[in-house]
């Protein structure tokens, strides 16, 4: 009756958030693999034709590795 229906609508509503954050992490990789890896084909490649799993481990071998590699600015 309607406790289904409202339990349906939550559950749509929680898969369209979950589809939205992936969504918009597989394009802050893909924005992210075009413009620090400007020539690395195999990053976009993997990134456009892998979308979840291309853009998980472009973050993981490739993104987090290069912001830890940022020195800190010297205190003088």
Request: glycine share 6%; proline share 5%; net charge positive.
């Amino acid at each position: 009756g309607q406790r289904q229906g409202l339990n349906l609508m939550a559950d749509t509503l929680l898969w369209a958030i979950v589809l939205l954050a992936v969504l918009t992490f597989w394009v802050w990789m893909g924005c992210e693999a075009f413009r620090r890896r400007p020539r690395s084909h195999v990053w976009r490649v993997a990134v456009l034709l892998l979308p979840g799993l291309g853009a998980l481990v472009f973050f993981f071998f490739a993104y987090l590795p290069r912001l830890f590699r940022r020195e800190a600015p010297n205190a003088a």
